[in-house]
């Protein structure tokens, strides 16, 4: 089982539209968690962190269910310039070092 | 001013060469990273550092060996190039310390062996 699960897509949504996507990882004593963006042939950046009461910039909000161990993000009146790959990223516990773990990315692709 | 700069950004070479890739930071920070991004898009850290000490070190073939020569560079040299090294490398920094955030990632290396 991989360490960070997410639906690969694509999500082809119209512009406007509220959309959703979620994101599962296996190690319970995993301690932050975050959304990253990449947009085509891109480095990965920094979109939002999830804290466990939920939090919302703009357009954007994430949830964390520690419970379930389950991430999500909501994106409300998608725009054309939201299409791009969302990384689900969490940092496990280990002995050393802040050693991002990747899911495989949501892709997103906004049309008119 | 780039914050995490690499070169190079394209780098096509033959099997069985042996090839480096740089990255420099002026961010102060004192962990830097490399992660690899395979043709399915998927990222996987390869190599961490910490003020020059090696702190992590995934399964990774021992054909590849970072160099840290101080805090702000971070080298990757790939001996005997296979076909299946054909990905893009990002390296990346953090303030590290324990901090979870700050993870600043470089523009990649998209290398392609033939």
């Known amino acids: 089982r991989k360490e960070v699960e997410q639906d690969p897509g694509p999500f082809n949504v119209p512009e406007g539209a509220t959309v959703a996507f979620n994101c599962t990882y296996s190690?319970?004593?995993?301690?932050?968690f975050f959304w990253y963006r990449q947009d085509c042939r891109k480095e990965p950046k920094l979109l939002m962190s999830?804290?466990?009461s939920g939090n919302e910039d703009g357009r954007f909000t994430a949830q964390l269910n520690r419970a379930s161990q389950y991430i999500s993000l909501l994106i409300r009146d998608s725009k054309l310039s939201d299409s791009a790959t969302y990384l689900c990223v969490v940092i496990p516990i280990t002995g050393g070092g802040n050693k991002l773990t990747f899911g495989t990315g949501t892709q997103l692709k906004v049309e008119l | 001013d780039t914050a995490v700069s690499q070169t190079p950004k394209y780098l096509v070479t033959q099997m069985g060469n042996d090839k480096s890739i740089k990255c420099e930071q002026n961010l102060g920070h004192d962990t830097m990273y490399w992660y690899k991004q395979d043709s399915k898009k998927f990222l996987k850290i390869m190599f961490s550092y910490n003020n020059k000490e090696l702190i992590i070190n995934e399964t990774v073939p021992n054909r590849f060996s970072p160099k840290s020569p101080d805090k702000a560079h971070l080298n990757l040299h790939i001996n005997s190039l296979e076909l299946g090294d054909s990905a893009v490398y990002f390296c990346?920094?953090?303030?590290?310390?324990?901090?979870?955030?700050?993870?600043?990632f470089g523009s990649g290396t998209r290398l392609t062996v033939v």
């Open positions: 990346a920094s953090s303030p590290g310390g324990g901090a979870n955030y700050g993870y600043t």
């Open positions: 999830v804290y466990s």
């Open positions: 190690n319970s004593a995993s301690q932050s």
